[in-house]
């Protein structure tokens, strides 16, 4: 009898333990049918697997397809890179001249390829649909975080007390800027100079926008003599500037002289930072420091009350602002340079725009006929060491007396780039732009060769 009980009760403690299993078993299964349900996607799933499927699509690595790019056959097709075409842009076109003329800073799209992941945006449809943040501003407060953060960690700029404006674009800025600084009710308008050589879009878009507050008027060493002590003047001060690279202070001092200090170029790739700029009107923009010219977004940092409010209504009044979603994905973006103190894409990016500098100068140097500016090292506080320039742009000049229109001289040689003139500099100058695709860098360095050997005692073997 003992022997049977002592069976039963083992029985039992099995049968209890099976049961206990199951139970076990059954509420684990339960908690990840119910919590798979919670975090499983829905409405993302087709929207992400659109955007991979596009991206996926062969281009040769000269060129690229996009979401909202032509259509055929139900499909998008690849936009090809200058000197390329093809359905997969995947033939070369002969003898196609070099287009580096623009400021397209697409030599980054390689880095963000490789950042994917984390730098997509996945919008739902009813994403801020108001006009208005529930601050009933136009400004995201992460994004504004994030912007004063990030030149904290490049050391390009004091933010602290001081006003923040966004705008479409750092252009946008810029004549939000003009608006702010000239005078009401002057009787003479506010006069808006510039060092030459100059950033086109100053004159371009002070002429466009002129109102009897202000006008364009030119270079700045007119009114060195009096030192703006009785003009009202506007100073763009560029630092880098743009097309030369070279650092730039105010030349106007005074009480009647402003300044508006543009630093799209002010960022570890294009020069070494030396020291924060604090200055009372800063402007900086996303396209030159991420390369997404496309989104569509600056930033200006403002001392003054009165000037950040003028320029705040400007911008208010022209566009309510900056769009919701360019500010979402001006977010996205900027949190992925802060990862890591930024040194991925600045360390990234200077080292292509050295490279490219470097391959440049040494086509130059065997030349007689062309010339480029001088950029000394300089000690860089971001890297910590001293570094080689790395400009956005090349300044050439055509140095034979019979090559006076350089840009014809480059035209005829296969290199579009932008005339001196534009710039408010001699006809012996043009710009190349070193920052976009490397099939466009490739092509101007091949076009230059080709010229380089046509001088005399000039070989290939020193190329």
């Given at each position: 009898?003992?022997?049977?009980?002592?069976?039963?009760?083992?029985?039992?403690?099995?049968?209890?333990?099976?049961?206990?299993?199951?139970?076990?078993?059954?509420?684990?299964?339960?908690?990840?049918?119910?919590?798979?349900?919670?975090?499983?996607?829905?409405?993302?799933?087709?929207?992400?697997?659109?955007?991979?499927?596009?991206?996926?699509?062969?281009?040769?690595?000269?060129?690229?397809?996009?979401?909202?790019?032509?259509?055929?056959?139900?499909?998008?097709?690849?936009?090809?890179?200058?000197?390329?075409?093809?359905?997969?842009?995947?033939?070369?076109?002969?003898?196609?001249?070099?287009?580096?003329?623009?400021?397209?800073?697409?030599?980054?799209?390689?880095?963000?390829?490789?950042?994917?992941?984390?730098?997509?945006?996945?919008?739902?449809?009813?994403?801020?649909?108001?006009?208005?943040?529930?601050?009933?501003?136009?400004?995201?407060?992460?994004?504004?975080?994030?912007?004063?953060?990030?030149?904290s960690i490049a050391g390009n700029a004091v933010t602290e007390g001081k006003y923040v404006v966004f705008g479409t674009g750092s252009t946008q800025l810029l004549n939000a800027a003009v608006h702010a600084l000239s005078l009401d009710n002057s009787s003479t308008p506010s006069k808006v100079v510039v060092s030459i050589p100059f950033y086109p879009a100053y004159k371009v878009q002070t002429e466009f926008?002129?109102?009897?507050?202000?006008?364009?008027?030119?270079?700045?060493?007119?009114?060195?003599?009096?030192?703006?002590?009785?003009?009202?003047?506007?100073?763009?001060?560029?630092?880098?500037?743009?097309?030369?690279?070279?650092?730039?202070?105010?030349?106007?001092?005074?009480?009647?002289?402003?300044?508006?200090?543009?630093?799209?170029?002010?960022?570890?790739?294009?020069?070494?930072?030396?020291?924060?700029?604090?200055?009372?009107?800063?402007?900086?923009?996303?396209?030159?420091?991420?390369?997404?010219?496309?989104?569509?977004?600056?930033?200006?940092?403002?001392?003054?009350?009165?000037?950040?409010?003028?320029?705040?209504?400007?911008?208010?009044?022209?566009?309510?602002?900056?769009?919701?979603?360019?500010?979402?994905?001006?977010?996205?973006?900027?949190?992925?340079?802060?990862?890591?103190?930024?040194?991925?894409?600045?360390?990234?990016?200077?080292?292509?725009?050295?490279?490219?500098?470097?391959?440049?100068?040494?086509?130059?140097?065997?030349?007689?006929?062309?010339?480029?500016?001088?950029?000394?090292?300089?000690?860089?506080?971001?890297?910590?060491?001293?570094?080689?320039?790395?400009?956005?742009?090349?300044?050439?000049?055509?140095?034979?007396?019979?090559?006076?229109?350089?840009?014809?001289?480059?035209?005829?040689?296969?290199?579009?780039?932008?005339?001196?003139?534009?710039?408010?500099?001699?006809?012996?100058?043009?710009?190349?732009?070193?920052?976009?695709?490397?099939?466009?860098?490739?092509?101007?360095?091949?076009?230059?060769?080709?010229?380089?050997?046509?001088?005399?005692?000039?070989?290939?073997?020193?190329?």
């Amino acid at each position: 009898m003992k022997v049977k009980s002592d069976q039963s009760c083992e029985y039992k403690r099995y049968a209890f333990a099976c049961l206990l299993c199951s139970l076990v078993v059954n509420i684990v299964l339960s908690y990840f049918v119910i919590v798979g349900k919670k975090c499983s996607l829905s409405w993302s799933q087709s929207a992400a697997a659109e955007a991979e499927a596009v991206a996926l699509i062969s281009c040769s690595g000269h060129g690229r397809a996009y979401l909202d790019g032509v259509v055929v056959d139900g499909k998008q097709v690849c936009e090809c890179n200058t000197c390329y075409h093809g359905p997969h842009c995947s033939t070369y076109i002969p003898h196609c001249p070099a287009d580096v003329n623009s400021g397209d800073p697409t030599f980054l799209e390689p880095y963000w390829m490789k950042n994917a992941a984390s730098s997509a945006v996945v919008v739902a449809g009813w994403h801020r649909m108001s006009y208005i943040f529930s601050d009933h501003s136009y400004t995201s407060q992460e994004l504004e975080k994030s912007i004063h953060r990030l030149h904290s960690i490049a050391g390009n700029a004091v933010t602290e007390g001081k006003y923040v404006v966004f705008g479409t674009g750092s252009t946008q800025l810029l004549n939000a800027a003009v608006h702010a600084l000239s005078l009401d009710n002057s009787s003479t308008p506010s006069k808006v100079v510039v060092s030459i050589p100059f950033y086109p879009a100053y004159k371009v878009q002070t002429e466009f926008f002129a109102t009897e507050e202000y006008e364009f008027d030119g270079d700045v060493s007119s009114y060195t003599n009096n030192s703006g002590d009785s003009v009202n003047a506007i100073e763009f001060v560029t630092s880098p500037n743009n097309p030369d690279g070279k650092l730039k202070k105010a030349v106007l001092k005074g009480p009647s002289a402003k300044a508006i200090h543009d630093h799209a170029y002010n960022w570890p790739h294009y020069t070494a930072i030396s020291s924060p700029s604090d200055e009372d009107l800063m402007i900086f923009t996303l396209s030159k420091l991420t390369g997404h010219a496309g989104v569509r977004f600056g930033w200006a940092f403002v001392k003054d009350k009165v000037v950040y409010e003028r320029m705040s209504t400007y911008t208010d009044d022209n566009t309510f602002g900056v769009s919701r979603d360019i500010q979402l994905r001006a977010l996205k973006l900027l949190n992925v340079v802060l990862d890591g103190d930024g040194r991925s894409l600045f360390k990234y990016a200077y080292e292509i725009m050295k490279n490219r500098w470097e391959s440049l100068s040494r086509t130059v140097a065997l030349s007689t006929r062309f010339t480029i500016q001088d950029i000394a090292p300089s000690f860089c506080t971001f890297f910590q060491n001293v570094r080689g320039p790395s400009p956005a742009y090349a300044w050439l000049k055509c140095e034979r007396e019979e090559d006076e229109q350089c840009y014809q001289v480059l035209q005829a040689g296969g290199i579009l780039g932008r005339d001196g003139t534009l710039f408010g500099a001699s006809s012996r100058y043009v710009r190349l732009s070193l920052i976009k695709y490397q099939d466009d860098f490739d092509q101007l360095l091949q076009h230059l060769n080709k010229l380089v050997l046509q001088e005399e005692g000039a070989t290939r073997d020193n190329i």
